[in-house]
């Protein structure tokens, strides 16, 4: 998604560097993702659960456990160009995995609407409203 929708990519972006922060979230959330509608508790395990599993960089040489360990710090904190353009990709995909072609709506949770996720999933994405 990084690449094919970063030709929309706000000026600056790194679209090389986006894809790495996708990558290395995507490694720690081996732990479990969230679920959309989690208790603040649950999201609180989760973070632990996060954490417990980005102790995996450890077993890395220093030099690339620390920039492993600063992308995906970079990734949660969220404050850099590249860093909102991959949280807002990482927002998007259950939707359109959900709702986009062949999707066919979400049978497992129907308490899941549309409307809900998006509103759950606004922070992320309403910087790129495209």
């Not at 790194?14 to 679920?35: C, F």
């Not at 995906?72 to 909102?84: K, L, R, T, V």
């Not at 990482?90 to 996720?117: C, I, K, N, V, Y």
Request: proline fraction near 8%.
């Amino acid at each position: 998604m990084a690449l094919t929708l970063g030709e929309d990519a706000p000026p600056g972006t790194q679209l090389s560097r986006v894809a790495e922060l996708l990558i290395l979230h995507d490694l720690v959330v081996y732990a479990g993702d969230t679920h959309f509608d989690q208790s603040q508790e649950g999201r609180a395990q989760q973070v632990r659960r996060e954490l417990e599993a980005a102790q995996l960089f450890g077993q890395l040489p220093p030099d690339q456990r620390e920039t492993f360990e600063a992308a995906w710090q970079e990734f949660e904190a969220g404050h850099s160009p590249d860093a909102h353009l991959a949280r807002a990709l990482d927002a998007l995909q259950p939707m359109l995995l959900t709702w986009g072609p062949g999707g066919g709506g979400s049978a497992a949770h129907p308490e899941m609407t549309f409307g809900r996720l998006l509103a759950l999933k606004r922070p992320a994405l309403e910087e790129f409203p495209d």
